[in-house]
């Protein structure tokens, strides 16, 4: 195996290896190799950002050193992989991640003192990886954390975006201001180039059908892009096992043409590289929305052809036949995003394998898997036919001829049902025509699944009837969404996973979270509560640093915390939740002094970011700005209520704000958020939950209890005849909620007629989203949860209540889930010797 001396080399590796020890000496020695070699400076010469490189380095190379072990394993083991392709990776920030999940955080922190720094410091001069708009991102992040952890073999495969989500900057009228993330800008320690690894992309060229529409086709002329792979490790919790995260980059072919340089034309000399390069330039900032935009297509194909090309290239190492290909791969499609490499597939085993159509179908369907995320319409992806053909002409006839294996077998089934035919079509007809991505998902994978179980009844139910009925209900299913424990409790949540560990003696629920059951021994405990409480008020105050050091403001330390982050979007209702701020400042300005110090404080903490291009969205930021101006500013009330909205919402602020909580608002009108995940982080860490019956939200009352989830509003059932109701103007609009709007409109908040096309979407048959049928109700709730937290005791039970029935919201669980279910895949750990 070794070139030249066998002995030279083991000699070699064993050396190496001793320099990646763990004690508090090798480890500075390390990062000082780092210092004095890597950043070339000198020890007068570190600063913090220098120190974070440096030790980011020097955790790199033990994530290299584990990485490459695994990989060399489980290709010598010919073991079946799973590729999760998703084209979001919201990662955050790797470095104390790292440390925990490789169990050297304690010497670390002991020799970064030695040096003179301070660990949180150094963590904090990281930037986040923010390669995601929000949950589908963060999810794909936290399966591939549970992946390593429990030894599945798996790789991510994504997009290596140079532009990553926008920074967002309030101006000073409280308006979003994008500007661009420049996570790149000092070298990013997570990521291995492999620049002899590129693969060519081809798009537009001529393209002709095989023999009969099955038989082989063609695919020539067109434009090749190279696609150049950056690996981004990612460790397991306390073990060997380091999965990979593939994110492409595009550059052009010829980065530079010397023939246009010589004629004068120098623009054209670069041109066709910075063409190519503009594929990865940025991630769309869209979530939950399909823009449809020609570069978001390329952006796609681009992605999935260049990972099938890697995991075919792996395959035919094997040496063995195509028929064969599912039981080594595995490709779950994180939405409809990566639709497209179905047909690419099928190009690929048809076109250059010489596999015939049908078994090559066989072996598509087998290998796919699909995820669906949303059922909202304007999130479902369709591209335009002549689109589709201008840029992949072959894919655009092999999508033709699956659709019309399809449609003549469900004629065979469901004879002259024309409607039915036109409904299952993966064309739509119109002007253009569209190519239905998610129909395309749905017949080119084995299993479909939602991502909580009213979700994926709604999926069912609403989307895809007519694929159940004609593919079977075992092609369908649940798997309710996870979060990993290391981050969302043990990183972010540092003292209370102590209390968790000192009191149930094992740290054992961080790989496995049902362990936290045991704590339910202690919820009426009054030491436990104590100390209990006292981590979330640390926590708290941390959070209230941070606003006043952000914001400016100084705010009541021992006001109950009421947290709604997440992306601002008007299903998500926002909206609703700024107009009981509103209501709650009304009720206090009529209260004499007395009566207002009876009141639970609050503290109001808003985050997100709007897509840049929607408006009401980043109106509904505006508002909640200008209505924590007036409110902050009133003397009078400032002991009893304050709002707080913190600018550029990322995973890292996520880390502080969700430990912080006391409350947390999860209120999506019912039917419309597939599952949100942070509402099981926040349960996770000792707050409780406001919502609505929708996404997993059901499911958590399941297992914490109902009695410790504050529930309102309409169920799933209610909503259309709600919705006819607005639209032949039978509804009721409630006092309270005019209240609110005449405040609005009075100019209490500054320029009224500012907020008029947010005011907008309550009347007059547009409250889409029922924010008027829901308001008293939510108003019931918010009053039920001042009431609740007056019994501190009672309160405090609940809250150790619900952290210690979370054990099934592991994303640990979930993968598990999917390994058994739809992957077929069995963990296998890596030998100590290996
Ligand atoms: C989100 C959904 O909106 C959330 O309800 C869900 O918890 C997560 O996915 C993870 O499943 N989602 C998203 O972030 N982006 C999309 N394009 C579609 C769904």
């Known amino acids: 195996i070794f070139p030249g001396d066998a002995k030279a080399w083991k000699s070699a590796i064993a050396k190496n290896a001793e320099s990646l020890k763990t004690d508090v000496d090798s480890i500075n020695a390390q990062i000082v190799h780092h210092v004095e070699t890597t950043l070339a400076r000198a020890a007068f010469n570190v600063d913090e950002m220098a120190m974070y490189q440096a030790a980011a380095l020097s955790v790199r190379d033990r994530l290299i050193h584990n990485w490459d072990v695994t990989q060399t394993f489980h290709t010598q083991a010919r073991t079946k992989r799973v590729y999760y392709f998703s084209l979001e990776y919201l990662l955050g920030r790797g470095y104390d991640n790292a440390l925990l999940n490789l169990g050297v955080r304690q010497p670390y922190n002991e020799g970064l003192k030695g040096l003179g720094f301070n660990m949180e410091d150094v963590i904090d001069v990281e930037r986040d990886m923010g390669l995601g708009n929000g949950g589908l991102g963060r999810l794909a992040a936290c399966y591939l954390d549970s992946t390593s952890t429990l030894d599945i ?481 009133d003397k009078d009330i400032r002991e009893s209520l304050s709002v707080a909205f913190l600018p550029d919402y990322s995973v890292s602020l996520a880390e502080i704000i969700i430990p912080a909580s006391d409350i947390s608002e999860h209120i999506s009108t019912a039917g419309t958020e597939a599952s949100g995940t942070s509402n099981m982080k926040f349960a996770l860490n000792g707050g409780l939950l406001l919502g609505t019956l929708d996404g997993a939200n059901i499911e958590i009352a399941e297992a914490v209890g109902d009695e410790n989830v504050f529930f309102f509003g309409h169920v799933t059932p209610d909503v259309p005849k709600l919705r006819r109701a607005h639209h032949f103007g039978e509804v009721q609009y409630p006092a309270e909620l005019l209240e609110v709007v005449d405040a609005i409109r009075s100019g209490m908040f500054g320029e009224a007629g500012v907020f008029e096309p947010l005011l907008g979407t309550l009347f007059e048959g547009k409250d889409h989203y029922l924010v008027s049928d829901d308001f008293l109700s939510y108003l019931q709730a918010q009053k039920m949860v001042d009431e609740a937290y007056v019994d501190q005791p009672s309160w405090v039970e609940k809250t150790i209540n619900s952290t210690a029935r979370m054990g099934r919201f592991a994303s640990d669980r979930a993968v598990l889930q999917y390994a058994e279910e739809i992957w077929n895949i069995e963990p296998i750990k890596i030998p100590q010797d290996a």
Not at 251 to 263: C, E, Q
Not at 424 to 441: D, H, Q
Request: charged share 25%.
């Open 153 to 633: 073999p798996c790789w991510g495969y994504t997009l290596r975006y140079s532009q990553g989500i926008f920074k967002q900057i309030i101006d000073s009228s409280g308006n979003q201001v994008e500007v661009p993330d420049p996570w790149l800008e000092n070298q990013n320690p997570w990521e291995i180039p492999r620049l002899d690894n590129a693969v060519e992309i081809k798009f537009h060229g001529e393209a002709t059908p095989g023999e009969g529409g099955k038989g082989p086709g063609t695919w020539t002329g067109g434009l090749d892009v190279l696609a150049v792979p950056y690996d981004i490790p990612v460790p397991g919790y306390k073990t060997q096992t380091t999965n990979n995260i593939r994110a492409w980059s595009a550059r052009g072919k010829v980065s530079f043409d010397l023939a246009k340089f010589n004629a004068g034309d120098y623009d054209a000399a670069v041109r066709e590289a910075e063409e190519a390069e503009t594929i990865t330039r940025v991630l769309y900032p869209n979530e939950n929305f399909d823009k449809g935009k020609a570069l978001r297509l390329k952006q796609q194909y681009f992605w999935v052809a260049a990972s099938l090309h890697d995991i075919c290239r792996r395959f035919r190492k094997l040496r063995v036949p195509w028929s064969e290909f599912p039981d080594y791969n595995a490709i779950q499609l994180n939405d409809t995003h990566p639709t497209l490499a179905i047909p690419e597939l099928m190009r690929i085993l048809v076109d250059e394998e010489g596999q015939p159509w049908d078994e090559a179908w066989e072996i598509v369907r087998r290998t796919f898997s699909y995820t669906n995320h949303t059922v909202l319409s304007e999130a479902l992806e369709k591209w335009s036919v002549p689109l589709v053909e201008w840029l992949l002409p072959r894919h655009l006839q092999i999508i033709y001829e699956i659709n019309l294996d399809m449609l003549k077998d469900v004629e065979k089934k469901w004879p002259n049902d024309r409607a039915r035919l036109a409904r299952m079509s993966l064309i739509e007809e119109g002007y253009p025509k569209m190519v239905r991505m998610a129909n395309l998902a749905v017949v080119g994978s084995h299993r479909v699944n939602g991502v909580a179980a009213l979700h994926s009844h709604l999926v069912q139910q609403d989307l895809f009837p007519d694929f159940v009925e004609y593919l079977g209900r075992d092609h369908f299913g649940n798997v309710t969404n996870g979060v990993t424990a290391r981050r969302w409790l043990l990183q972010c949540n540092p003292s209370l996973a102590k209390l968790i560990t000192d009191t149930l003696g094992s740290d054992e629920w961080v790989v496995n979270l049902d362990k936290l059951e045991g704590l339910t021994k202690y919820a009426k405990d009054k030491a436990f509560q104590k100390k209990w409480a006292a981590c979330k008020q640390a926590n708290r105050e941390r959070l209230c640093d941070y606003i006043e050091a952000t914001l400016g403001l100084t705010v009541n330390r021992h006001a109950l915390i009421d947290v709604q982050v997440k992306r601002i979007h008007e299903y998500k209702r926002q909206f609703m939740n700024i107009l009981g701020v509103i209501f709650r400042y009304l009720q206090l300005k009529k209260m004499s002094p007395a009566d207002r110090k009876r009141l639970v404080p609050r503290l109001s903490v808003f985050a997100g970011k709007a897509a840049p291009g929607y408006y009401i969205a980043k109106l509904i930021i505006r508002l909640c700005n200008a209505v924590s101006k007036t409110i902050n500013a």
